[in-house]
């Protein structure tokens, strides 16, 4: 498990391109036969990729979080962006088909991913918070999920927004967790593009083309900064800055927040003539 400490603005505002990348970008999430975690100490967060090509891969608990099960003080958010797959909690068994959510709630044991097909592969991404209390563990399809339309193809950001985990939808102690889809000849996500100093949140990019890149918007609506990013990558976005992109092409990402509530309306607007 990677550890990935605080930053105050002051700071971040000085950083260089590669530092930048170090405190808040994440690479190589989906690993074979392993599971990969970065612990954020924004909001305590860990966020991770697990890849199970030949075998199952279980997720247990660490030395780094002092638990004897992963899910011993914490609440998960599970979304499966690859081939078909299967979660097993504690014995019992959820189908995951691509773009399905399972949330499991706090105190879950058994924790073991599977694929269905080594030649397609599932990829499982996990976002995970703390937790005070058990909601129960339930799977919502990517078919049966409320949509809602926004933005349009003449300012480019045509896209369609599902919430999965939120105060409406599956119940967590903190978590939120949903999807936003780019349509065909639109780019920029997130624009107008506010804060929420509340709680911090975390983008995962994918259905990037192999060549495509994302410009990653982060930082103080007044000192904005950038970060190139490619496809199954995410980028920690601390409660002070601003969240949004623009990419070479369409592409899917999955946002995930945690800290003060769960509302997802709850944000800042920044107006267009205060970014800097």
């Known amino acids: 498990m990677e550890m990935r400490y605080s930053t105050h603005p002051e700071h971040a505002k000085h950083f260089t391109t590669e530092e930048l990348r170090?405190?808040?970008?994440?690479?190589?999430?989906?690993?074979?036969?392993e599971v990969k975690l970065v612990y954020t100490h924004e909001d305590r967060v860990i966020i991770g990729g697990i890849?199970?090509?030949?075998?199952?891969?279980?997720?247990?608990?660490?030395d780094q979080i002092k638990a004897a099960t992963?899910?011993?003080r914490r609440e998960l958010g599970v979304f499966n962006v690859g081939g078909s797959g299967t979660v097993k909690v504690d014995g019992e068994t959820y189908e995951l088909a691509t773009k399905d959510c399972l949330y499991v709630g706090k105190g879950g044991k058994e924790l073991i991913f599977e694929s269905d097909s080594s030649e397609k592969p599932a990829k499982f991404y996990i976002v995970s918070a703390l937790?005070?209390?058990?909601y129960p563990?339930?799977?919502?399809?990517?078919?049966?999920?409320?949509?809602e339309s926004l933005g349009s193809q003449e300012t480019a950001n045509n896209r369609t927004l599902r919430r999965y985990i939120h105060d409406e939808g599956i119940q967590?102690?903190?978590?939120?967790?949903?999807?936003?889809?780019l349509e065909n000849g639109s780019v920029w996500n997130s624009m107008p593009t506010h804060v929420h100093d509340r709680r911090m949140e975390v983008y995962f990019y994918f259905e990037l083309e192999e060549n495509a890149r994302m410009f990653h918007m982060m930082g103080e609506p007044n000192e904005t900064r950038h970060l190139v990013m490619k496809n199954d990558e995410?980028?920690?976005?601390?409660?002070?800055?601003?969240?949004?992109?623009?990419?070479?092409?369409s592409y899917t990402f999955i946002w995930g927040m945690a800290g003060e509530n769960k509302t997802y309306k709850d944000m800042d607007q920044v107006a267009m003539s205060e970014l800097r």
């Open 22 to 33: 170090q405190h808040y970008l994440i690479q190589d999430l989906f690993v074979p036969e």
């Open 51 to 62: 890849y199970p090509v030949n075998k199952s891969v279980a997720l247990e608990g660490s």
């Open 70 to 72: 992963f899910l011993e």
């Open 131 to 134: 937790a005070h209390t058990t």
């Open 137 to 147: 563990t339930k799977k919502q399809s990517f078919a049966d999920v409320p949509s």
């Open 172 to 181: 967590s102690c903190q978590l939120v967790m949903g999807m936003t889809t």
């Open 234 to 249: 995410a980028v920690i976005s601390p409660p002070w800055s601003i969240h949004c992109g623009a990419a070479t092409g």
